[in-house]
């Protein structure tokens, strides 16, 4: 499926692009209650009109196998999958020092 959609959206010289993100402390709550980060301090607003998961502080190590290695396997999925590029957002310095 997704390499017949990279397919047809390359077909007249498009590039495929998938970007890939970790959303960490600033996930919403509808999307998951409890979200992986690097640090357990939740994000408290009243300026922004939405509620924001409890997060989950990971260790260092948790970090590698929870976010960094799924990183690698998503941009790798994307590339044998027909997708001529990847890019990353939202990754925390924190975790951006570990790679």
Known sequence: MSSKLAEVMKQDGAL??????????????AVNMHPFS????????????????????????????EVVDRFVYAAKFAYEHGEFACCTIKISFFVTLLV
């Open 16 to 29: 495929a692009v998938v970007q890939l993100s970790h959303g960490g402390r600033q996930t919403q709550e």
């Open 38 to 65: 690097c640090s357990d301090i939740a994000i408290q607003s009243k300026s922004v009109p939405m509620r924001f998961g409890t997060p989950i502080a990971l260790t260092e190590a948790q970090i590698k196998t």
